[in-house]
């Protein structure tokens, strides 16, 4: 595990970009460009993070970056690595891949599958704030089931989101990836150290972050931080990694904080806490549970007692 | 020919002509999807790769998205790179092909002119790249295999100019050039090492000198950015000319924006893209025996659009008959006689007009067809009113 006195000082993303305020995404990509050890090529799938870090003719990078559509980011990157890998210089250069769950879980799935079955060498970074935030909060295979978003709104007979989060890192396992881990930008030496791991990769590695989004999320920005935690204490988002197929929990979660204290401080699960919605909250804790036995058991730990609430 | 140039000739179709040429290229990567008819050329690629006969980076990618947009990414970071298509292929690539114009990424992309569904078919016309027309590449189109080949070649010299920089796609008519065997005369590999040269990219992506591609450009600047695509199509047909004269000195071939045969005293012509010239041209030099005058026009280079040469020809002549093999649906013309009524607009000639649509699908166009056409545009060049300024031939009714 890296300490801070030994990240670099030196600032690749921003200061500048126009990022909201308590904006996860932001904070993870600042610490993703302290990670990197190499000199690094960035190519940023449309999203938050392109829209709001290059507004011509300023721009908040100072690596090469490239932005050219929504859901072609790992094809660029192959592009790039294979003109690297022609001049030799493929072991010299970082390329880092940043997509944001719509531009990863949906849209951009059919080319990350060929990246990955192709094997070229990349990172590709997810950053999860759970929907298309850039685009006004619209549900994405990434949303949480009962999540309330502008294209799944807590009606008075469909309580948001029906259907449960897509597993990316599970379809990335599929591939036969050397290194994929999932982390929370809570936990910035955890995160940190994952980025090296991914880069050192020869081949291609794949990080799925959880970056909160108050705006999208519905939560006061200066609880980004503390959100992003709860996530991981709650065993809503388990943080683990699988190297070589092998999955192992990052953080363990022995005793776990009841997943209403994550969930009530955000607008999008406010309606999960009516009457006549209390089997959805249900549900969803199912789901939560779930998830996280099966990613203790593949990760080898005992199984686990339900959360009390 | 001007000087004796040493070239073998070798019995090679469409497809493998083009292969052929982006292997003498020596290009650096190169991203494809199968498509038919365009599969001979990605076939006959990944044996020169399987045999080590280039070391070329070769990425079977999943899907002609992918293609392009892998494309994109070598070019951007300074390679010479080459990727061919179809019909769907072509439309799944749609919004990359604005993207390659758009960053000003040299690509050189062969299309396999193919209809579109529905419903489906794999022959040829030209819907595709019809389709795609105002994508801001350049549009170069083939009559035959030797074409497709010396094109190709070319290809690369003009999108990868400094002034130029800009995509460029060489089309040839599926099935008819892309899978007909011919004699192509073959330029020797250092000629074409010598005349293809080392691309130099202006920027690439390069971590000695970051910069950032693809920002997001709001109303303020976006117009500035396509004003200087504008400028670079306009600045293209000076290269093109000077690339193809540079090319005739080591093959002995000819190349302009447009072919015109027996022009010169013509009442009437047939103007057309592609393979349908060849049958153009024999007919035309049939009727010439029984002393009718027309000609031919083949336009080589479709985008940027040879508005000034066209005229020039078309002042001559009293009647011109356009040959469409694209739909362009609810437009008053076929996309190519558009671009004929907009050169007569906007160069004042008077020439007589009518479009013809046909070819559609591989439909074969046939020499009776070509000389109904024929009859068709004298009857027009000697006052005869046209009463179906657009119409369907070979169709049934």
Known sequence: ?309 | MTKAVSQQIVGMNGDEAVAFAAKQANVDVVAAYPITPQTIIVERFSDYVANGEVDTQFLCVESEHSALSACVGSSLAGSRVFTATSSQGLALMHEVLYLASGLRTPVVMAVVNRALSAPINIHNDHSDMMGSRDCGWIQLYAENAQEAYDLTLQAFRIGEDRNVSLPVTVNLDGFTISHAMEGVAVIEDDQVSKFVGKREPVYKLDPAKPMTFGPLTLPDYYSEFKRQQVDAMNSAPTVIAAVANEFKKISGRQYSAISAFNVEDADAAIMCLGSIAGTARTVAARLRQKGKRVGVIKIWQYRPFPTIEIARILSNLKCVAVIDRAVSFGAPYGALCNDIASTKELTGIKTKMFNVICGLGGRDVRPTEIEYIFEKSLACASGEPIDDPVSFVGVRA
Request: include cysteine; proline fraction near 6%.
């Open chain 1, 1 to 309: 595990m890296v300490t801070l006195k030994e990240l670099p000082t030196t600032e690749l993303f921003g200061p500048g970009h126009r990022m909201c305020t308590g904006c996860g995404p932001a904070a993870t990509t600042r610490m993703t460009m302290k990670a990197l050890q190499k000199p690094a090529i960035i190519v940023n799938a449309t999203g938050c993070l392109e829209v709001a870090s290059t507004i011509y003719p300023e721009t908040a990078w100072k690596v090469p970056w490239v932005h050219t559509l929504f859901e072609n980011v790992a094809a660029v990157a192959a592009g790039i690595e294979a003109s690297l890998q022609k001049e030799g210089k493929a072991d010299t250069v970082d390329i880092v891949a940043f997509g944001g769950d719509g531009g990863t879980f949906d849209i951009g799935i059919q080319a990350l599958s060929g990246a990955l079955e192709r094997k070229h060498d990349f990172t590709y970074i997810c950053y999860d704030n759970e929907a298309y935030m850039n685009t006004g909060i619209q549900r994405s295979g990434a949303t949480p089931y009962g999540a309330s978003t502008t294209t799944t709104p807590a009606g008075s007979k469909i309580p948001g989101k029906m259907d449960a989060k897509k597993d990316l890192i599970g379809i990335c396992v599929a591939h036969g990836v050397e290194y994929a881990a999932t982390a929370s930008m809570a936990y910035w030496n955890d995160y940190i150290t994952k980025v090296r791991k991914a880069a050192a990769v020869k081949g291609p590695a794949v990080i799925h972050v959880l970056a909160p989004c108050p705006l999208g999320w519905r939560f006061e920005t200066s609880e980004t931080v503390r959100l992003a935690k709860l996530a991981v204490q709650t065993r809503y988002f388990p943080v683990y990694e699988v190297e070589n197929g092998k999955y192992k929990l990052s953080i363990k979660v022995p005793k776990p904080v009841p997943l209403e204290e994550f969930l009530k401080p955000q607008g999008r699960f406010r309606h999960l806490f009516a009457p006549e919605f209390t089997n959805h909250l249900e549900e969803l804790k199912r789901q939560v549970e779930s998830n996280w036995s099966r990613i203790s058991q593949l990760s080898g730990e005992a199984a686990v007692p339900p959360t009390v609430s």
